[in-house]
Structure formats: C-alpha cells, structure tokens
C-alpha cells in the first residue's frame, strides 16, 4: 500500500472503519506570507465571519447497517472560541491533576530532570557535572512554571476573545485586541516547540549543547548536531519531529509537517501509534499541532504575529521566565535527588513557593495572574492613546522597562497583602477553581461505554486503560460530531448537547489512554461536562448477550492493514 494511500477496510456491522483511515484532504488556502497585510477592519471582519481554525474534510456515509452512525461533518469550524475554551480546560485539568496526584507530579518533575539542558554534551563532547539535589529543585522549577504558563496563556487568551464579544462595534478595539490575541499565540507556539526539542534530547546524541550562550530568558541554548533530513531513511517520524522543533519552522511550514506525519501514522497499529518515539514528544506534537492551526488561522483571516505591535503581555512573560532561570541559580534546597528517586516529593511546591514569594515577590501562580492583569490594562492604555488620536492604524505605545529588582520585589509584596483572595485559578496547590456540578444520568445502550467513561472518569489510579478505538465509538455513540483537523493529527468532537460544544482530542501514545493521560482526559470531561464515574448506566443489560460483538477494540475489528 502506498504512503497515504487510502483503501477501504472491511469491518464488522458498527461501521468503525471512518474512525481509523480517512483519507485527508488537504486545504486550499494559500499561505500567509503569499497574502497582502489584512487591515484593522479586514481582521474584525474576518473574526465576525469565524476563524476557521479546524478545517473539515469530505465525509464517507456511514455503512448502511448502522442506524445510529453520525456522519462526519463537511461544515467548517464557525469560531475559534469554543477551541480556545477546550484548550483553558485542557491546562486547568492537568493542573488539578498534578494537585490530586502526588505520583503523576513526581513522575513530571523526573522527566525535567532528565531532560534537562546540562545533559546535553557540548560541541567539544564535554558534559556538566551532576550537582543531584540542585538539579532536582531546578527540575521542580521547571515542572511548575511549565504547567502554570501553558494555563496563563490560555486563560489570556480565552479572556481575549471574551472581551471580543463585549467590544461591540468599536472595531479599533477590536483591532488591538486581535493582534494581542495573534502574539499569544505564537508565543505558545514557540513555548512548545521549545518544549518539544527538550523531549527530544532526552537519551539522544543528536543534539549539542553550546557552551558560550543562552537564549534571551537564560535558557541553555542547544542545538541540532547535523540536519533534521539526515536521519529521514532511517527514521522518518523522527525526522518529522526535528523539523518541528527548529526555530525556522514556522506555523504554516508545521501545518505540512504534522500533515505527513499523520499521514505515516496511518499506516500504523494503534498499539504502535508513537511507540518510536518518547511518549512526551509525542504528546507535546499533538499540543503543537493545534498551535500550528491556531497561528494558521490568525495569519489568514486577521493579522500576523507582530513584533512591534502589542508586545506587552509577551515581553513582560519572558522577563519573568529569565527572572525565574536566575532564581534556579541559587535556590536552596527545595528537593533532594534521593527524595525525587523514591517519588516522595510531598512539600515540594509549598517550599518552592515561599522561596519564590520571598526572593521574587509573591508566589508562582500570582506572577503569572499579575501579568495577565497588567496586560488588559496596558491594552486599555493602548485603546485610549489610539483612540485620542484617531483612525484605526495605531501605533504601539512601547513597553516601559521594568523596576530596578529591589523595587519590584517590594512592589509585589505590597500587592500581595491587598489581595482579596488566597487562592489563583492558576494554582497547583491550592486552587481557586470551582468543582463542576454532576449533570443527570445518561442511558447508554453497551456495557462497553459504560466501562470505558469509568475507567477514564473514575478516581483509582489502577484504572484500566482506555483504548482510542473505544473512546471514539463513546464519543459516536454520545452522537458526538467528529471533526477532522486540517493536518489530520487530532480529532475534534462537538456537541452542544453537553454544554462544552468542543473536545479536542489526540491519539494517545500506542494508542491508549492509561496512567496519567487517562487521569487528564477524565479531568476534562469532568470540568466539560461535568461527567462522573456514575452518569452512565446501561440501557438494557443482557440486551447483546447473544450477539458477537467483542468490542471496539478486539483483534477483529481492529487488525492491522498490510
């Protein structure tokens, strides 16, 4: 069979074949740099008529002897809000995760620290010396202002488009708020191509650490030793990945990389999906792939990515990572290598925050709430100096350099005792987040979907694992419309029959959600739709008892194409 060929299956009455080998279909938009600069008024009009950031492909009809099968969708996305939202929930899951689960945060904070830059040999082969417990209160560093920056950048942008709505018809506001929103995005794309380069050197010779440079936040800068191409034969997935983390890949040139790696992905098993590559890359590429789309769209329907123009909530996010690289250096002891061996890190972050409190000002999650504050703030500025100058082609007021440190310390201590609340929505620890109220029972017609939302939604970390045929019939099943995104990597499940009209999913790592993936899926569903482990309950039990159906993921169904 040839590289992205398509060839219908044979498969059992379900009809699951739509689920496993669509052929996709590739956009037709050109791309943004062919484009001339959209206007103030072309980007407000363009958000009004929908950012299509998933593009639909054309649909197969389900097989005829399916009576419940739901058609792919051959509509396009309408807004971006609803992925956006997915996304803000998709960060406060994982936060509330690491919260609840002990073990799944150790299990974070050791894959830091084994992938950290000081690994990496330098361009003369030299690595740096082991320095166990220092390393290990970097790694808890480096875990926490991960998981919290990928929410705060979310929730600014959430709250962006939310300002959107109440912007009305002041199409200069909207303006400036649309190129805030097309720098955060590209913000968290290069956040996660940086994320992803980091996986990838864990355990790989293919990299080099410099030794007389960091990047503009103190980041170790590290580089590829040879060309991402050189290992295409060899390994083509992985060739994929490295081009994906080189700092010319831009969002339009990842849009095409993602495609073809699909592509190859569907050639393969699920038990197989990704089981070359290190199960992080894999699932930071599924996160970049979506950002890729996010930029796509903003690059064609509004305007790009701008270095001079609203730059406040980007700059001000970098400095505070720098300042944070800088407070690594002299830490204290925050955890112990042999602490980190044993899993037991309890404490960890209560320590981590009276450091950071103390040396930067207030804790961790507060830092990155004040920054989102003061950048709706400097948006009004903005909006205001623009506006007493007429015309919608503002000029960008320029970002004041920051306090001397000593100063800004005191400020933020100060405007920490004036806060209304102990808690940040952006907290691990103690978090200002509401618990999501259960929703009615729902009547399923098999036992198997029961299973499968039990074992996703349920609270036992021994939990069977979930795999990604039999999320996708639930999903079906819930008649749930399936949505493929352009670059075929991720699957978009919508329905607003639950509320949350969007769920953005990608295919888990050797094609099953187990451990702690299965933990963050059953968070989002929880704060989605509010699901628990007893919604769902069987519609009439012993009614498949005398038929042949083994489920979504037996060997029947679900055999491998030569």
Not at 166 to 185: C, F, M, T, W, Y
Not at 246 to 254: F, G
Not at 310 to 337: C, H, I, M, S, Y
């Amino acid at each position: 069979m040839l590289l992205g060929e398509y060839r219908p299956r044979e498969v059992e009455p379900l009809g699951l074949d739509w689920l496993t080998r669509t052929f996709l279909t590739k956009t037709s938009s050109q791309p943004a740099s062919n484009t001339a600069a959209p206007t103030a008024d072309a980007a407000v009009d363009a958000l009004e008529q929908g950012i299509q950031v998933l593009q639909v492909p054309g649909a197969r009809d389900a097989p005829q002897t399916q009576p419940a099968a739901k058609k792919i969708r051959e509509e396009p996305l309408p807004d971006p809000k609803d992925l956006l939202r997915d996304r803000k929930i998709a960060h406060e899951a994982y936060l509330d995760a690491l919260a609840s689960r002990p073990a799944m945060l150790a299990r974070e904070v050791a894959a830091f620290f084994s992938s950290r830059p000081e690994l990496v040999a330098d361009e003369k082969g030299r690595s740096l010396p082991l320095k166990a417990d220092y390393h290990a209160s970097g790694a808890v560093v480096d875990a926490a202002q991960s998981a919290i920056k990928a929410a705060a950048i979310s929730s600014y942008a959430d709250q962006l488009l939310s300002r959107l709505d109440h912007a009305g018809s002041d199409k200069l506001r909207r303006s400036i708020i649309l190129q805030e929103l097309s720098n955060v995005a590209h913000l968290d794309y290069v956040r996660l191509q940086s994320l992803l380069k980091r996986h990838l050197t864990r355990d790989s010779k293919l990299f080099k650490r410099m030794s007389n440079g960091v990047d503009a936040v103190g980041n170790t800068n590290i580089k590829l030793k040879g060309k991402p191409q050189d290992v295409q034969n060899s390994d083509p997935h992985l060739h994929i990945l490295l081009r994906l983390c080189q700092p010319e890949t831009t969002p339009q040139k990842a849009h095409g990389w993602i495609e073809q790696l699909s592509k190859l992905y569907l050639k393969t098993d699920f038990d197989k999906y990704g089981a070359t590559l290190p199960r992080d890359a894999v699932e930071t590429m599924g996160l970049l792939s979506l950002s890729a789309a996010m930029n796509l769209s903003l690059a064609q329907k509004g305007p790009v990515s701008s270095r001079k123009k609203a730059q406040f909530f980007v700059t001000r996010a970098q400095e505070l990572e720098a300042e944070l690289n800088r407070l690594k250096k002299d830490l204290g002891p925050v955890l112990t290598k042999k602490a980190l061996d044993d899993g037991l890190i309890d404490g960890a972050l209560e320590r981590l925050d009276e450091i950071v409190a103390e040396k930067v000002g207030a804790r961790l999650a507060f830092l990155y709430e004040d920054l989102i504050q003061d950048s709706f703030a400097y948006l009004d500025k903005q909006y205001d100096h623009a506006k007493a100058n007429g015309g919608t082609d503002w000029t960008a007021l320029a970002v004041e350099p920051q306090e001397p440190s000593e100063e800004m310390v005191e400020s933020r201590k100060h405007r920490d005792k004036s806060r209304s609340s102990s808690r940040s929505q952006l907290d691990i620890l103690s978090s200002a987040r509401e618990p999501v109220p259960a929703p009615p029972t729902i009547k399923v017609e098999y036992e198997d979907m029961v299973e499968t939302f039990k074992n996703l939604i349920g609270q036992s970390d021994s939990g069977k694992a979930v795999g990604w045929p039999a999320f996708n019939l639930a999903a079906k099943e819930l008649e749930f419309n399936l949505i493929r995104t352009a670059d075929g990597w991720n699957h978009a499940f919508e329905s607003s029959k639950y509320g949350c009209k969007l769920l953005v999913v990608s295919p888990p790592y050797r094609g099953k959600f187990e451990g702690d993936s299965a933990v963050v899926l059953g968070r989002r569903l929880n704060k989605a739709y509010g699901w628990t482990e007893d919604t769902f309950y069987e519609e009439d039990p012993g009614k498949y008892l005398d038929e042949t159906y083994s489920g979504p993921d037996s060997e029947s169904d679900w055999e491998s194409e030569d």
